[in-house]
């Protein structure tokens, strides 16, 4: 299987930082990798797609990049709404793995 | 819009299974795949096993190999997963969540999981 890391974990940060997120895989996984959000009590909601491809009504803020085994996640000026869970995930090859988890909390 | 609608939470004794269903509105049910995701109380995300609804057709993670099935009805756009053995460990939001699908090579599609259902908390305990 898959295995992937996350790192920091977990974060802390203020209302307008720069936030970045790194994942990396066990192997080489191109640039079949997402990441999701998840808030307290909530489903998980896919934020980018294929390493950098933006899903569509997330804020412009956040962005994707990568490839081959390792990835950024990153958030241009956190806002309030931001502080959440954010998890890596490959689908490069069944079973799809996730990372352990990257939570933003409030500095 | 495109929605998954999970059953309600459900409490079992080990030994025991249990079923939930997901019913999918929104889109064309039998062209997506649905997976199962499940979340153990401030744990992070696992994998359970996907479902082709076409054919219904089946890929598990090793882990549940023998404890899962995953099923479908498509005439109510509706999928199950039900788990067996039930232990205290299996305590956890179960979520669907279906593969939507990008570009595609020779061999393998880009893919992500949207949406998801609003998860259904299953408790074991004696």
């Known amino acids: 299987d898959i295995q992937m890391t996350q790192s920091p974990s977990p974060l802390s940060a203020s209302v307008r930082d720069r936030v970045t997120i790194i994942c990396r895989a066990s192997?080489?996984?191109?640039?079949?990798l997402n990441w999701y959000q998840q808030k307290p009590g909530k489903a998980p909601n896919v934020l980018i797609y294929?390493?950098?491809t933006l899903q569509s009504g997330v804020p412009s803020r956040f962005s994707g990049s990568g490839s081959g085994t390792d990835f950024t996640l990153t958030i241009s000026s956190l806002q309030p709404e931001d502080f959440a869970t954010y998890y890596c995930q490959q689908s490069y090859i069944t079973p799809f793995t996730f990372g352990p988890g990257t939570q933003v909390g409030i500095k | 819009q495109v929605q998954l609608v999970q059953s309600g939470a459900e409490v079992k004794k080990p030994g025991a299974s249990v079923k939930v269903s997901c019913k999918a509105s929104g889109y064309t049910f039998t062209s997506y795949d649905i997976n199962w995701v499940r979340q153990a109380t401030g744990q992070g995300l696992e994998w359970m096993g996907r479902?082709?609804?076409?054919?219904?057709?089946?890929d598990y993670a090793q882990k549940f190999q023998g404890r899962v099935t995953m099923t479908r009805n498509t005439s109510i756009r509706t999928a199950y997963m039900e788990l067996s053995s039930l232990r205290s460990d299996d305590t956890a939001v179960y979520y669907c969540a279906r593969l939507d699908i990008g570009d595609c090579s020779s061999t393998r599609c880009l893919n992500w999981f949207d949406p998801w259902g609003q998860g259904t908390l299953v408790t074991v305990s004696s």
């Open positions: 192997q080489n996984i191109s640039r079949y």
């Open positions: 294929a390493a950098s």
């Open positions: 479902m082709n609804p076409n054919s219904g057709n089946t």
